[in-house]
């Protein structure tokens, strides 16, 4: 079993920066890929970006260039790095770990970029 607790959300300006947190407990955190998700108001969840146990990233198109996925191991934790913000970056992001068939997910942390 895993827990994630996000944290970092706030409110920012248009063209500013943030960094969330997800902190993990549990063993074998390195093992899994881990994610970020973020919900819009009144759209669908999307992935945002993804980083592999080996350290591999991917990014979605909307942020690439802009936000920087990491984790530090020793730590249980792996941060989205957000600058250059966007109000469309609007919404609750939520942290995701994946190993296998097991599949968590942290509570979410709102972030909202004012115009």
């Known amino acids: 079993q895993v827990q994630l607790v996000e944290s970092g959300g706030g409110l920012v300006q248009a063209g500013g920066s943030l960094r969330l947190a997800c902190a993990a407990s549990?063993?074998?955190?390195?093992?899994?890929?881990m994610c970020w998700y973020r919900r819009a108001p009144e759209k669908q969840r999307e992935l945002v970006a993804r980083?592999?146990?080996?350290?591999?990233?991917n990014y979605a198109d909307a942020v690439r260039g802009r936000f920087t996925i990491s984790r530090d191991n020793a730590k249980n934790t792996v941060y989205l790095r957000m600058s250059s913000l966007k109000p469309e970056d609007t919404g609750v992001y939520y942290c995701n770990a994946v190993l296998y068939s097991m599949n968590y997910w942290g509570q979410g942390t709102q972030v909202t970029v004012s115009s």
């Open positions: 549990g063993s074998s955190f390195s093992a899994y890929t």
């Open positions: 980083i592999s146990s080996g350290g591999s990233t």
